[in-house]
């Protein structure tokens, strides 16, 4: 037999091999005619815990941008079953962007910072295996299990995995999570509103201490109650006009806003009240308002999203500069290192579902997640970014009153706690509601003879809590079960933690006499089986393994 005939037959019969070889799973799932093997677009998020697969679609080429020269990269590998190198590449870091503030002096300043998260998007074969990530360092960032099954499926194109779905379970009442701080009179007293009853609820909010300021608008005051509910402090309100609003600052700043004809004017204050400028709001921004430490942010009402518009003590703000420091949604300062600024939002979607994003510093989408609710949403919901760990959301039920819950900054903003809060009967969230910066809520409810101001709290994550009138006792055990098990308790008055002026003070409480046992940091545990707070009478402290 001739060579040529030889590699003829050779060739046919390796053609006839091949087709009667069994396709494999994959190849099977899909049934377009592309490149084999074909290739997924995916997004992965990059968080401070692990990163995740938040999306994938098919792709019919592999457009995904190359890193720019000089910039920062994070480099892929994807790794077959097997542990061979099906795949690498590097691609643009989306944790890094370009930031910009306006400095003391009202010049805007700018440059790179690294934020805690960002969407990779990768290209990569539909390759059972494992995808790992690398820093440009080399350090591994984290490996995901890739299963490309679920997106070869899909016949229209589309990804499987949209939006993280959580269920928001039902409103249930806890001990221990409610309490009154104060109720303010109507009429002219001293400690009055200077308003008539039945008048809907006056402006107020908190700082991150959990003082509660209220515009008096009528004595043109903003009166600071301390975190015990007694009055603290009156302070004059600046500028010619109405006071309409109030905003309040963490670290116990505020703005009250004056309507002076068509003009809104802003007088801001220092965190001991003193007046530092009025200056006016620019025109085409209005509520909701939010304020940092050096910005007063407002929403854009043509364009959306929230803009700082500093004027007076801080310097001017031009209309190109407030774009560019523009976010899609109330600022909010990630977890840290680094402590980066970005922004959150939230919105209605459907009847019973409401939709929660979290931007990075550049306005990109980060992470995001769809909330079910267990009866149909009313109204606005009430966003409050906390800084550096989670966002509480408040959403408005139907026949049920408000329902928060607390968000964890983590990749798919995990529910981790809700709280049940009973509606008063104005319902107007964002007069009636608002947050201070540990993610207690305070409510003002009005009623005949005054207004009454109450702090809620989500229930506690102890081992046992005693609750009676004002005053919660939180337990936590250690060596439960032993001859060594111990408690800590953590004692709370209206909500706020008492501290001890030192070891061995007894305070009367209505649960009964308090003692504190010493800080759990100095434990000796052959001598001390107690730390914190607990009960004076060491017969009534609770085992772990009683009733």
């Keep these: 037999m001739k060579p040529e005939t030889r590699f003829l037959l050779l060739c046919l019969l390796s053609s006839i091999l091949m087709s009667c070889a069994p396709v494999g799973r994959i190849e099977s799932l899909y049934s377009?005619?592309?490149?084999?093997?074909?290739?997924?677009?995916l997004e992965i998020g990059l968080s401070l815990?692990?990163?995740?697969?938040?999306d994938g679609r098919l792709s019919k080429d592999d457009s995904v941008p190359p890193p720019s020269s000089g910039g920062q990269t994070v480099r892929w590998e994807l790794r077959?079953?097997?542990?061979?190198?099906?795949?690498?590449?590097?691609?643009?870091?989306?944790?890094?962007?370009?930031?910009?503030?306006?400095?003391?002096?009202?010049?805007?300043?700018?440059?790179?910072?690294?934020?805690?998260?960002?969407?990779?998007?990768?290209?990569?074969?539909?390759?059972?295996?494992?995808?790992?990530l690398f820093e440009m360092d080399g350090e591994e960032i984290g490996r995901l299990d890739f299963d490309p099954g679920q997106?070869?499926?899909?016949?229209?194109?589309?990804?499987?995995?949209?939006?993280?779905?959580?269920?928001?379970?039902?409103?249930?009442?806890?001990?221990?999570?409610?309490?009154?701080?104060?109720?303010?009179?109507?009429?002219?007293?001293a400690d009055?509103?200077?308003?008539?009853?039945?008048?809907?609820?006056?402006?107020?909010?908190?700082?991150?201490?959990?003082r509660v300021f209220i515009l008096v608008a009528a004595k043109r005051r903003v009166v600071r109650l301390d975190a015990y509910g007694s009055f603290d402090a009156e302070f004059p309100v600046?500028?010619?006009?109405?006071?309409?609003?109030?905003?309040?600052?963490?670290h116990g700043m505020f703005s009250v806003l004056l309507k002076s004809g068509a003009e809104t004017l802003v007088a801001y204050h220092d965190d001991r009240g003193r007046p530092q400028a009025v200056s006016p709001l620019p025109a085409g921004y209005g509520p909701p308002f939010y304020m940092t430490r050096n910005n007063l942010w407002a929403r854009d009402e043509k364009r959306g999203g929230f803009h700082p518009v500093m004027e007076g003590k801080w310097g001017v703000v031009k209309e190109t500069e407030r774009q560019r420091l523009g976010f899609p949604g109330l600022p909010c300062i990630f977890p840290g290192p680094p402590r980066a600024l970005g922004s959150a939002t939230v919105?209605?979607?459907?009847?019973?579902?409401?939709?929660?994003?979290?931007?990075?510093?550049?306005?990109?989408?980060?992470?995001?997640?769809?909330?079910?609710?267990?009866?149909?949403?009313?109204?606005?919901?009430?966003?409050?970014?906390?800084?550096?760990?989670?966002?509480?959301?408040?959403?408005?039920?139907?026949?049920?009153?408000?329902?928060?819950?607390?968000?964890?900054?983590?990749?798919?903003?995990?529910?981790?706690?809700?709280?049940?809060?009973?509606?008063?009967?104005?319902?107007?969230?964002?007069?009636?509601?608002?947050?201070?910066?540990?993610?207690?809520?305070?409510?003002?409810?009005?009623?005949?003879?005054g207004i009454e101001i109450r702090r809620h709290r989500f229930p506690p994550r102890a081992d046992r809590v005693l609750a009676k009138g004002d005053w919660v006792l939180e337990i936590n055990y250690w060596a439960?079960?032993?001859?060594?098990?111990?408690?800590?308790?953590?004692?709370?008055?209206?909500?706020?933690?008492?501290?001890?002026?030192?070891?061995?003070?007894?305070?009367?409480?209505?649960?009964?006499?308090?003692?504190?046992y010493g800080d759990p940091s100095v434990r000796v545990e052959w001598l001390r089986y107690q730390t914190g707070w607990n009960f004076a009478r060491l017969g009534k402290v609770p085992r772990a393994d009683e009733p």
């Excluded at 190198?85 to 400095?103: C, F, K, N, T």
């Excluded at 706020?496 to 649960?511: F, S």
């Design 32 to 41: 377009g005619r592309v490149e084999s093997p074909p290739r997924i677009l």
């Design 49 to 54: 815990e692990a990163p995740t697969i938040l």
């Design 80 to 132: 077959r079953r097997d542990g061979a190198l099906a795949e690498s590449g590097a691609v643009q870091d989306p944790r890094w962007y370009h930031w910009d503030s306006i400095g003391p002096d009202g010049r805007l300043e700018g440059g790179m910072k690294k934020g805690p998260f960002g969407v990779l998007r990768l290209n990569v074969p539909a390759v059972e295996g494992e995808i790992r």
């Design 151 to 189: 997106w070869l499926a899909a016949s229209d194109g589309h990804g499987l995995i949209g939006p993280w779905e959580q269920i928001l379970p039902k409103p249930e009442k806890k001990p221990g999570t409610s309490f009154r701080l104060a109720i303010l009179k109507y009429g002219p007293a």
């Design 192 to 210: 009055g509103l200077g308003a008539a009853a039945g008048g809907r609820p006056p402006p107020f909010g908190v700082d991150g201490d959990g």
């Design 238 to 250: 600046t500028g010619e006009g109405e006071a309409v609003d109030l905003v309040v600052e963490d």
């Design 347 to 449: 919105s209605i979607v459907s009847a019973r579902q409401a939709e929660a994003k979290l931007f990075d510093g550049k306005g990109r989408l980060a992470t995001r997640t769809i909330m079910k609710a267990p009866a149909r949403l009313l109204g606005v919901p009430v966003l409050a970014p906390l800084h550096g760990e989670r966002l509480v959301v408040i959403f408005k039920l139907q026949g049920s009153g408000y329902l928060a819950g607390s968000l964890g900054l983590a990749a798919q903003l995990q529910i981790q706690d809700v709280l049940a809060i009973d509606a008063s009967r104005h319902g107007q969230p964002f007069r009636e509601l608002a947050v201070d910066g540990q993610g207690r809520i305070y409510q003002l409810i009005p009623g005949r003879s």
């Design 480 to 516: 439960k079960g032993t001859r060594s098990e111990g408690q800590h308790g953590t004692l709370l008055y209206k909500g706020e933690v008492v501290r001890a002026a030192n070891t061995g003070e007894i305070i009367a409480t209505d649960l009964g006499e308090m003692k504190y």
